[in-house]
T-cell receptor, first 108, second 112 residues
Framework: GIQVEQSPPDLILQEGANSTLRCNFS?????LQWFHQNPWGQLINLFY???GTKQNGRLSATTVATERYSLLYISSSQTTDSGVYFC??????????FGDGTTLTVKP | NAGVTQTPKFQVLKTGQSMTLQCAQD?????MYWYRQDPGMGLRLIYY???????DKGEVPNGYNVSRLNKREFSLRLESAAPSQTSVYFC???????????FGEGSRLTVL
């Protein structure tokens, strides 16, 4: 099946710093989504982004489907950004595959 | 508008006991899913239902059964719980099987 690799696995930042999270996938996908899992375990939708670039406040994402990767940018990080960031991809089969996530810790 | 609602939120079982996790969505979505999340890992698909009346296996279906009761509800049953099924279970729904996924808050299951 399709492989999804996220990097880096762990990231520690000072508040106010910027970061880039990467998601590589091994095959063609129909769609891609980024999630934030907060410290309470809730999964929050960030972006539904099969291709192109989207922005929402301090967060933006870019997916280059032809090169099989997606990037999530976090600018001016805040302590509330802490948690685990997952990307998930969908293939023609309709089944989603999640990466193992990037654990972000933002220190005040 | 509650979105995706799961019950119960917490459950402790003994090995061999059975239980059903319930999930309901009020977004008129066609597709529903059950995932499990183990510590330090991403989510793995157990079963999904592309539309009312259909169910399909995901990556880790062994030990589970599902029922798509109607368009709103999708239940997950453990017939004989095992310690390896200790996990956090998430239900999700989407308009289509490749559409944007919306999650419930999770159900933490411990099997002793």
């Amino acid at each position: 099946g399709i492989q999804v690799e996220q990097s880096p696995p762990d990231l520690i930042l000072q508040e106010g710093a910027n970061s880039t999270l990467r998601c590589n996938f091994s095959d063609s996908v129909n769609n891609l989504q980024w999630f934030h899992q907060n410290p309470w375990g809730q999964l929050i939708n960030l972006f539904y982004i099969p291709s192109g670039t989207k922005q929402n406040g301090r967060l933006s994402a870019t997916t280059v489907a032809t090169e099989r990767y997606s990037l999530l940018y976090i600018s001016s990080s805040q302590t509330t950004d802490s948690g685990v960031y997952f990307c998930a991809v969908w293939t023609n089969a309709g089944k989603s595959t999640f990466g193992d996530g990037t654990t972000l810790t933002v220190k005040p | 508008n509650a979105g995706v609602t799961q019950t119960p939120k917490f459950q402790v079982l003994k090995t061999g006991q059975s239980m059903t996790l319930q999930c309901a969505q009020d977004m008129n979505h066609n597709s529903m899913y059950w995932y499990r999340q183990d510590p330090g890992m991403g989510l793995r698909l157990i079963y999904y239902s592309a539309s009312e009346g259909t169910t399909d296996k995901g990556e880790v279906p062994n030990g589970y059964n599902v029922s798509r009761l109607n368009k709103r509800e999708f239940s997950l049953r453990l017939e004989s719980a095992a310690p390896s099924q200790t996990s956090v279970y998430f239900c999700a729904s989407s308009v289509l099987t490749t559409g944007e996924l919306f999650f419930g808050e999770g159900s933490r299951l411990t099997v002793l």
